[in-house]
């Protein structure tokens, strides 16, 4: 099991052709990887942020709500998968395929998107421009329907 987390982790680094082929990733690689991209922000935030508050339960609280807000934010992603995969190929991923693509491709740009907020919170935007690039690039290499 950990190992195939790992190789969902080192796929989706870079977007390439291959990357695609997560979109038929199993459960526990997806949300594992999620559980370390939440692990990894909640303690570069700790790292930042340097709470005063009682620090156990600022891991725990901040933790969950990373966890949540990022769920929230792949949601999306994967709405705006279906609708790429829709336009460009004619035919529309199932949400149960464009979830753990979102997952993948999600990773690395929500990390550089909060290393970028924590720098100076008005280069966001470059995050978001990277996080579109990201999960874009792959889905133009889908073979498209004739």
Known sequence: MLSTILTFLRTSLFP??????????????????????????????????????????????????IFFFYLLWVAIMALYVQLVTKVYSKNMWAYRQAWPYAVAMTFVPTVILVVLYHMNPSLIWIGFIIG????????????KKK
Not at 132 to 143: D, E, F, N, Q
């Open 16 to 65: 390439s052709k291959q990357v695609l082929r997560l979109r038929l990733a199993p459960l526990h690689a997806y949300m594992g990887a999620t559980l370390v991209l939440t692990l990894l922000i909640t303690v570069l935030d700790f790292i930042v942020i340097r709470p005063d508050f009682f620090v156990p339960m600022w891991l725990f609280l901040h933790g969950f709500a």
């Open 132 to 143: 579109l690039g990201y999960i874009t690039y792959p889905l133009t290499k889908v073979p």
